[in-house]
């Protein structure tokens, strides 16, 4: 699995960044990080949701990038061709994930809490337990995006 995304990751990578982003740019952003072992810079494709103002939220299966966002350094998104620093925030607690994934569920409907492929029901509000279960396949990130400044 890791190959395929990979070799996906190719193509998707470069096309986030250029001018013919929007197919893709809804719901797929580029992170860009610093890592925490080796100090190299990486830019990955991740999944993320619209969250609050100035707010994305994303999640992970992979948790290859997750150690690097734990000490909250900032970082860089491509949203929907646009740019922004973020400072990341990881919500590894699995009650608070849970807590996450149900307001997730409230605020983005029951198909869009199955298309997480974490085992939620698709046709109603997930149960405690569901929650609860599906919290232990995923970690969250909340990036805070900084205001924009004039002339970036």
């Known amino acids: 699995m890791v190959k395929i995304f ?21 719901r797929l952003m580029l992170l860009t990080y610093k890592g925490h ?3 190299r810079e990486f830019t990955v494709p991740i999944g993320y949701f619209d969250w609050d103002p ?18 909250g350094s900032a970082v860089r998104l491509r949203i929907r061709g646009r740019d922004h620093g973020a400072v990341p925030m990881v919500v590894e607690d699995p009650e608070e994930v849970a807590a996450l994934l149900g307001e997730f569920g409230r605020r983005k409907g ?10 939620l029901p698709g046709d109603r509000q997930p ?15 909340c ?8 002339g970036r």
């Open 6 to 26: 990979r070799a996906a990751n190719k193509v998707v990578r470069p096309l986030l960044a250029s001018r013919f982003h929007k197919p893709l740019s809804g």
């Open 37 to 39: 072992r080796t100090g």
């Open 54 to 71: 100035g707010t994305v939220l994303a999640m992970s299966s992979q948790l290859a990038w997750i150690p690097s966002m734990r000490e």
């Open 110 to 119: 029951p198909k869009a809490a199955k298309g997480l492929m974490l085992g």
């Open 127 to 141: 149960t405690d337990d569901e929650l609860r279960t599906a919290a232990t396949k995923t970690r969250l990130v």
């Open 143 to 150: 990036f805070r995006m900084e205001p924009e400044r004039p």
